[in-house]
């Protein structure tokens, strides 16, 4: 019996095995013959491992080459998107402040370094007497628009310090190839997108940039030194004070809402800023309207609580809010503080809080969130709004009810809307 199971199992091996071999050809115990010859062969080449080491050395470094093209510090991308155009505007906020400026200082020191013509514009007016002395002592260039049509390379805008164009005619048909930021919004860029709402101000940013430009810091009276490629890029007094007083304008000298890397890039300005120009810009005089706002502010404010609000009817200058309503922030046991003033036939709202319950921006919204043509918001600490007075009439009198505009800031602040 067993003989006949073993001849029986010969006999199925012996036909199934050419059946099974002709499904990958014709003889393919004959083609792995007629091969490994030929793999001795090359094995046997003296060249055959330097080959193969060779090979597997440029892979690999084509791999190193891919990661760190992908892991390129922010501050490289940027400069090659802006290295790949020949002219761009760089567009900064309604009525900029030293940190869109610096910002924009920064962004156009880098478009110089790869020959890239830039433009820096803004739409509303440089009225603030710390802005106004920014950009004389540091003779800061720029040119104001009032429609998209002003704006000099609309194929090549870059947003500084805000992610969504406002504040001009058609603004909201531009759009920009690059943002730099550290507002809250949803506004982005074309081609590149930076939006860091932890940082405190949009120079650290930019700062950052010019770091990762391997950029040296020292105080030169040129903004910018460096032209040819192998030279380093040296970041001269003006810029590196600009940026300085940027950041320290948009925390309150590095107390308000900053982060380590704000401090950081201060150490890192450090060597190259120039103090007399700095304490310049800081230290500007003050107008008599900026003055009579604050006393005004000073001697009427209501507080309940700890919230303070103010009204100080007419205003010649708006940014003299926003300086007055700092005064009232020191004011002993108030957390949070709303002032507000009317400037041709708009009310114009400015408002701090150091108070945790309280979101200024968002109460704001709140508070005037039933009037159609009002708007309104910002950050949690800082906020601004404004209102159209003939949206504000109350039932019974002719004129703005601001009584009870008062009680929906109180309520706002309370949380009760």
Same mark, same amino acid.
């Given at each position: 019996?067993?003989?006949?199971?073993?001849?029986?199992?010969? =006999?199925?091996?012996?036909?199934?095995?050419?059946?099974?071999?002709?499904?990958?050809?014709?003889?393919?115990?004959?083609?792995?013959?007629?091969?490994?010859? =030929?793999?001795?062969?090359?094995?046997?080449?003296? @060249?055959?491992?330097?080959?193969?080491?060779?090979?597997?050395?440029?892979?690999?470094?084509?791999?190193?080459?891919?990661?760190?093209?992908?892991?390129?510090?922010?501050?490289?991308?940027?400069?090659?998107?802006? +290295?790949?155009?020949?002219?761009?505007?760089?567009?900064?906020?309604?009525?900029?402040?030293?940190?869109?400026?610096?910002?924009?200082?920064?962004?156009?020191?880098?478009?110089?370094?790869?020959?890239?013509?830039?433009?820096?514009?803004?739409?509303?007016?440089?009225?603030?007497?710390?802005?106004?002395?920014?950009?004389?002592? &540091?003779?800061?260039?720029?040119?104001?628009?009032?429609?998209?049509?002003?704006?000099?390379?609309?194929?090549?805008?870059?947003? #500084?310090?805000?992610?969504?164009?406002?504040?001009? #005619?058609?603004?909201?048909?531009? $759009?920009?190839?690059?943002?730099?930021?550290?507002?809250?919004?949803?506004?982005?860029?074309? $081609?590149?997108?930076?939006?860091?709402?932890?940082? +405190?101000?949009?120079?650290?940013?930019?700062?950052?940039?010019?770091?990762? &430009?391997?950029?040296?810091?020292?105080?030169?009276?040129?903004?910018?030194?460096?032209?040819?490629?192998? $030279?380093?890029?040296?970041?001269?007094?003006?810029?590196?004070?600009?940026?300085?007083?940027?950041?320290?304008?948009?925390?309150?000298?590095?107390?308000?809402?900053?982060?380590?890397?704000?401090?950081?890039?201060?150490?890192?300005? @450090?060597?190259?800023?120039?103090?007399? %120009? &700095?304490?310049?810009?800081?230290?500007?005089?003050?107008?008599?309207?900026? %003055?009579?706002?604050?006393?005004?502010?000073?001697?009427?404010?209501?507080?309940?609580?700890?919230?303070?609000?103010?009204?100080?009817?007419?205003?010649?200058?708006?940014?003299?809010?926003?300086?007055?309503?700092? $005064?009232?922030?020191?004011?002993? /046991?108030?957390?949070?503080?709303?002032?507000?003033?009317?400037?041709? /036939?708009?009310?114009?709202?400015?408002?701090?809080?150091?108070?945790?319950?309280?979101?200024?921006?968002?109460?704001?919204?709140? =508070?005037?969130?039933?009037?159609?043509?009002?708007?309104?918001? /910002?950050?949690?600490?800082?906020?601004? +709004?404004?209102?159209?007075?003939?949206?504000?009439?109350?039932?019974?009198?002719?004129?703005?009810?601001?009584?009870?505009?008062?009680?929906? &800031? @109180? +309520?706002?602040?309370?949380?009760?809307?």
């Amino acid at each position: 019996m067993s003989t006949e199971h073993g001849t029986a199992a010969s =006999a199925i091996v012996g036909s199934a095995a050419p059946e099974s071999v002709s499904r990958y050809g014709p003889d393919a115990a004959s083609r792995g013959a007629q091969i490994q010859p =030929a793999i001795d062969a090359f094995a046997g080449e003296p @060249l055959t491992y330097p080959v193969l080491a060779a090979v597997g050395f440029i892979l690999l470094y084509g791999l190193y080459r891919l990661v760190r093209w992908l892991r390129r510090p922010a501050g490289v991308v940027f400069r090659q998107l802006i +290295g790949g155009h020949e002219a761009i505007t760089i567009l900064m906020h309604p009525n900029p402040d030293p940190d869109a400026m610096a910002s924009a200082m920064a962004v156009k020191a880098i478009a110089e370094r790869v020959g890239t013509d830039a433009t820096i514009q803004y739409p509303g007016q440089i009225r603030r007497p710390e802005n106004r002395a920014f950009r004389t002592v &540091l003779g800061f260039d720029c040119d104001r628009i009032e429609a998209a049509s002003d704006i000099e390379h609309p194929e090549g805008i870059v947003l #500084v310090d805000h992610n969504t164009p406002r504040g001009f #005619v058609d603004s909201e048909r531009v $759009e920009p190839i690059a943002v730099v930021d550290h507002h809250p919004g949803n506004g982005t860029g074309n $081609e590149f997108t930076d939006v860091r709402e932890a940082c +405190g101000a949009t120079a650290s940013i930019l700062t950052e940039y010019l770091t990762d &430009l391997d950029a040296v810091f020292e105080p030169t009276d040129a903004d910018v030194d460096g032209s040819e490629e192998d $030279e380093p890029l040296v970041v001269g007094r003006k810029l590196a004070t600009g940026l300085t007083y940027g950041i320290q304008s948009d925390t309150k000298n590095l107390t308000r809402g900053c982060t380590s890397q704000d401090f950081g890039v201060c150490a890192t300005l @450090l060597p190259a800023i120039d103090e007399d %120009l &700095l304490h310049r810009i800081a230290t500007p005089e003050i107008s008599h309207d900026v %003055l009579r706002v604050k006393a005004t502010a000073i001697n009427n404010v209501h507080v309940e609580g700890s919230f303070g609000i103010c009204n100080v009817g007419e205003v010649g200058t708006v940014d003299a809010l926003s300086q007055a309503v700092e $005064e009232l922030m020191r004011l002993e /046991g108030t957390t949070a503080v709303v002032l507000y003033g009317v400037n041709e /036939g708009t009310v114009h709202v400015s408002a701090r809080s150091k108070d945790d319950r309280v979101h200024m921006g968002e109460a704001l919204q709140r =508070a005037v969130s039933h009037i159609e043509t009002a708007s309104a918001g /910002g950050h949690a600490r800082m906020a601004g +709004g404004q209102i159209p007075v003939g949206q504000m009439a109350g039932e019974e009198r002719g004129g703005p009810d601001f009584e009870r505009f008062d009680e929906r &800031l @109180l +309520g706002a602040m309370n949380g009760d809307y």
